[in-house]
Antibody
Framework: QVQLQESGPGLVKPSGTLSLTCDVS?????????WSWVRQPPGKGLEWIGE???????NYSPSLQGRVTMSVDKSKNQFSLKLSSVTAADTAVYYC??????????????WGQGTLVTVSS | DIVMTQSPLSLPVTPGEPASISCRSS???????????LTWYLQKPGQPPQLLIY???NRASGVPDRFSGSGSGTDFTLKVSGVEAEDVGVYYC?????????FGPGTKVDIK
């Protein structure tokens, strides 16, 4: 059973950097699928942040490009998100997930429980 | 970016009755491999999104067969043959044909 768990500070100061880690269990992070982040501001819809492959290849949302960085740590079977220069608009529940398709063209999509990050002084 | 729209945005339903949600994309989601890269998620209150349908019409493992997805190109539909109380929540369509991946605004389904 694949499980993902987000961790990181729940409160970040404006202009600071939001840093989250996603611990993956039940599958190797070296599996050929994407490792993704989405976020959901309180009471609003889902917003795609970006994705990373185990090789380090990344795709980021153009609206966040320049502020977002993702990385993979194979030794810890985890991946991470950093978002710099945060403002109150970055307050949201952040979800990490496994996305993409397996060799039989079956979706592997699964998301962690999410973690609320509040940007406030 | 591909823009995703959904209708209706709110859908009150009677248990046991069918329900249908429409999703449209600003560009075709049909890949040259024949697959439509359209995914449906259900987000129940206080929970993460859970996968319902992928590649337009394939039910994910464990998803009841009362859920079905159809459509091709730019027009897609999610149908629930007989809504149960546990089906309440917000339904999102998402395209994963290209980056940035984009979600629809969501359709909130609740019981009348």
């Amino acid at each position: 059973q694949v499980q993902l768990q987000e961790s990181g500070p729940g409160l970040v100061k404006p202009s600071g950097t939001l840093s989250l880690t996603c611990d993956v269990s039940g599958v190797s992070i070296s599996y050929n699928n994407w490792w993704s982040w989405v976020r959901q501001p309180p009471g609003k819809g889902l917003e795609w942040i970006g994705e990373i492959f185990h090789s380090g290849t990344t795709n980021y949302s153009p609206s966040l490009q320049g502020r977002v960085t993702m990385s993979v740590d194979k030794s810890k079977n985890q991946f991470s998100l950093k978002l710099s220069s945060v403002t109150a608009a970055d307050t949201a529940v952040y979800y990490c997930g496994r996305t993409g398709y397996d060799n039989d063209d079956k979706s592997v999509a699964r998301w962690g429980q999410g973690t609320l990050v509040t940007v406030s002084s | 970016d591909i823009v995703m729209t959904q209708s209706p945005l709110s859908l009150p339903v009677t248990p046991g009755e069918p329900a249908s949600i429409s999703c449209r994309s600003s560009q075709s989601l049909l890949h040259s491999n024949g697959y439509n890269y359209l995914t449906w998620y259900l987000q129940k209150p206080g929970q993460p999104p859970q996968l319902l349908i992928y590649l337009g019409s394939n039910r994910a493992s464990g998803v009841p067969d009362r859920f079905s997805g159809s459509g091709s190109g730019t027009d897609f539909t999610l149908k629930v043959s007989g809504v149960e109380a546990e089906d309440v929540g917000v339904y999102y369509c998402m395209q994963d044909l290209q980056t940035p991946r984009t979600f629809g605004p969501g359709t909130k389904v609740d019981i009348k």
